[in-house]
């Protein structure tokens, strides 16, 4: 079955720093790519999805980078502020004939101020 | 516009006793699904429901675990028996569609639930 792997599992960086997280998928078929961010005590949220027909997708501060070939996906995150601390989880949807999302293991983001 | 609302937001209760939890979906949104995040951890697959049926229940951990959904609305997850492993936060998520719609899925903030 479909699997998600996400790297790293922890991430620290300066205030003002990039930061990047990555996910890579087993099934090629995926085609939609959502990002959520979760704050202590809260639902994730999401913040940028891509689909498998684009390459990229900008959103502010953040941009999400799709590779089909190489079957991965980054979540980029400029000028990191503290209020970008959380974890951050990365999803595959395994095809349009499916609704299921494989989540990735998720990334804690710790901005130091 | 009101987004998903999960109720209890937490809800401790001694082993053995059966607990419901609800969630109220993003309305209009046809899909429901409920999932499972422990300590610290990701999140696991409960149960999907595609207005009131549940094509996949694939994920629910043992048969003491049941979900309902009424009027394509209000999903209701029961917990009978409860064990001291089944602490975890439950969450739900909604998407306007489900099958062929590779819609975003949105969730609430999760019912805590303790099993002391």
């Known amino acids: 079955g479909e699997n998600v792997e996400q790297h790293p599992s922890t991430l620290s960086v300066q205030e003002g720093d990039s930061a990047v997280i990555k996910c890579t998928y087993s099934d090629s078929a995926s085609n939609y790519f959502p990002w959520y961010k979760q704050e202590l005590g809260k639902g994730p949220q999401l913040i940028i999805d891509?689909?498998?027909?684009?390459g990229e997708k900008k959103d502010q501060r953040i941009a999400v980078t799709l590779n089909k070939t190489a079957k991965h996906f980054s979540l980029h995150i400029t000028e990191t502020q503290p209020e970008d601390s959380a974890v951050y989880f990365c999803?595959?949807?395994?095809?349009?004939?499916?609704?299921?999302?494989?989540f990735g293991t998720g990334t804690r983001l710790k901005v130091l101020a | 516009g009101a987004g998903v609302s999960q109720s209890p937001s937490n809800k401790v209760t001694e082993k053995g006793k059966d607990v419901e939890l609800r969630c109220d979906p993003i309305?209009?949104?046809?899909?429901l699904y409920w999932y499972r995040q422990s300590l610290g951890q990701g999140l696991e697959f409960l149960i999907y429901f595609q207005g009131n049926s549940a094509p996949d229940k694939s994920g629910l951990p043992s048969d003491r675990f049941s979900a309902e959904r009424t009027g394509g609305s209000v999903s209701t997850l029961t917990i009978q028996r409860t064990q001291q492993e089944d602490s975890a936060v439950y969450l739900c998520a909604s998407s306007l569609r489900g099958v062929g719609g590779n819609q975003p899925q949105h969730f609430g903030d999760g019912t805590r639930l303790s099993i002391l």
């Open positions: 999803a595959a949807s395994p095809g349009s004939g499916t609704y299921k999302y494989i």
């Open positions: 309305s209009g949104h046809t899909a």
């Open positions: 891509i689909r498998s027909n684009v």
